[in-house]
């Protein structure tokens, strides 16, 4: 039976309500609803706590944990020989940290090199970072260590409701509905649980304002795309022939894509001309002067992480930890702001284009994106800081500003928000307490957390990275160990389990 508009407008549900919709229900003391690398973070911690499969659900889209990282790493132009923007001890497979993904690839490579690095950042040498494979495949082991096909549910969450007796129901569609009536309403499954974890992610891709508008008037996704999504297609094309692009964006991202057409104009022979286009351009030091300041070259405020490394487990989290409302949310722009990591290899690239002209900055803010005259590209109308205006005809237009923030764009956070008592921080994502509860959706003793980039603007300013998942993961389980799910991790069983992982073992 479909689930009624008056119920899905309930913010509670009772038992009686779903044996009323004949919908099957499954017993299970945790969820962790997203499959993604949060997900993994939280029954990783879990597991080295003692707890058994049996009591953990993972509700995933993918089967595996870095299948949504990885598409958007690649679509980001960051392949699996790429290095990501993570240090060498953010171990994503490891809570320890150790040993770090610098000496793993040492020993693999039989180099001194990488681990070399480690001791040598950042002064002589730039801040190490894993290649992206080597990430991957350290998942995919841990994953089937801690016995990740048994906890995992493939399919769609659609719902999450308080339940009247305490605990919560989870409205999930399987992804195999082979027993499902040809043509007739989706299977639904009802998970009855304790405590719930949400790692969704980002709820989708952001485009720029009036990118959006010209793709949605024109109807031109090939020309005008974002970062994140698929777009080989344009890199192609810039090989067949002389291109002309426009880049906006000054972060991480516009970095990697700006890299990725020098590397084929200086390996396979791409003739692109690229403009790189700021509404923003910093012209000097950014952040205040005695604790954030971040160096500026040619537009690019660079640092070597997206905030300064105490703000992940030093003074600057414990700072942060203390501050309220606006407060807060100052302090957080403060440390982060859009920066870029800086790379030798990559600040010689640009040097090199603008001496040779094959990569030009210009600054203003743009006022339209129509269709070049005899539909030959696409136009971007500017007014420049002297109010006066111009236009840049382009093949193709990459936007690399970022992802969508806005959590109302994903169906289970919009209905929390509106339903399930949960409420926006200053930032406009969850609000949640220092332990990642997310505030206003107690349900009896049970327990509604969430961690990652959903939560960006809490108490932690480093959500979205594996650092800080490991961190929100650590402090849930304490949470849920106080609450009388499971048992911190003492010193003893830390050991024990550390050497269990060291060798592979099955937990």
């Given amino acids: ?9 309930m913010p509670e549900w009772s038992d009686d ?58 679509n980001s132009q960051i392949p699996r020989h790429e290095r990501l923007r993570s240090d060498s001890s953010s171990t994503m497979d490891c809570i320890w940290g150790w040993p770090g993904y610098a000496l793993r690839e040492a020993v693999a490579d039989k180099k001194i090199g990488p681990a070399a690095t480690v001791f040598a950042e950042p002064i002589l040498a730039n801040y190490y970072t894993p290649k992206a494979g080597q990430v991957y495949e350290s998942v995919r082991r841990e994953a089937t260590r801690i016995g990740w096909d048994r906890m995992l549910r493939t399919g769609i969450v659609r719902t999450v409701r308080r339940r009247r007796e305490g605990g919560y129901f989870v409205i999930h569609t399987p992804a195999d509905q082979s027993g499902a009536v040809p043509g007739g309403p989706k299977q639904r499954v009802v998970y009855r649980c304790h405590h719930i974890h949400l790692a969704v992610g980002y709820p989708g891709v952001k485009m720029l ?10 109807q031109d996704w090939r020309r005008v795309v974002n970062a994140y999504e698929p777009h080989l297609h344009a890199y192609e094309e810039m090989l067949r022939r002389p291109c002309t692009v426009v880049v906006r964006g000054s972060g991480i991202v516009a970095s990697r894509v700006l890299q990725r057409m020098i590397d084929d104009r200086d390996q396979r022979g791409a003739q692109t001309r690229i403009i790189h286009l700021f509404r923003n351009y910093p012209d000097g030091p950014q952040g205040d002067k005695a604790t954030f300041r971040r160096p500026v070259l040619a537009g690019w405020a660079k ?7 105490a703000a992940w487990g030093g ?117 949640v307490e220092r332990d990642f509860t997310v505030r206003g959706t107690q349900s009896g003793t049970g327990r509604l957390y969430a961690s990652g980039s959903i939560t960006l603007g809490g108490y932690y300013a480093g959500v979205d990275s594996f650092l800080g998942l490991h961190y929100a993961a650590l402090r849930i389980a304490d949470s849920l160990a106080e609450n009388g799910f499971g048992k911190k991790i003492g010193p003893l069983r830390s050991t024990s389990q550390w050497w269990k992982w060291a060798r592979n073992k099955p937990i």
């Fill in 17 to 74: 309500d779903i044996v009323r919709h004949q919908l099957p229900i499954v017993d299970t003391p945790f969820v962790s609803v997203g499959g993604g690398m949060g997900s993994l973070a939280m029954v990783d911690t879990l597991r080295i706590a003692g707890q058994p499969v049996e009591s953990l659900t993972v509700l995933a889209e993918n089967a595996i944990p870095s299948e949504t990282y990885e598409h958007l790493a690649n």
């Fill in 303 to 309: 640092q070597g992480f997206n905030f300064p490394k």
């Fill in 1 to 9: 039976m479909e689930l009624t508009q008056q119920l899905l407008e």
């Fill in 315 to 431: 003074q600057l989290r414990n700072d942060l930890e203390s501050l309220e409302g606006d407060e807060r949310s100052k302090f957080i722009d403060a440390m982060g702001g859009t920066n870029t990591a800086p790379r030798k290899d990559w600040e010689e690239q640009l040097e090199r284009g603008a001496r040779e002209g094959f990569y030009r900055q210009l600054i203003g803010t743009v006022k339209s994106v129509v269709p070049a005259e005899g539909n030959a590209g696409i136009r971007t109308v500017i007014a420049d800081r002297q109010g006066g205006e111009s236009f840049l005809d382009a093949d193709f237009i990459i936007d690399a500003t970022g992802l969508e923030a806005g959590i109302e764009e994903h169906r289970v956070l919009r209905d929390l928000l509106q339903y399930g008592g949960a409420r926006k921080n200053v930032k406009g994502r969850l609000d």
């Fill in 209 to 218: 304002g009036d990118l959006q508008a010209y793709r949605e008037e024109h």
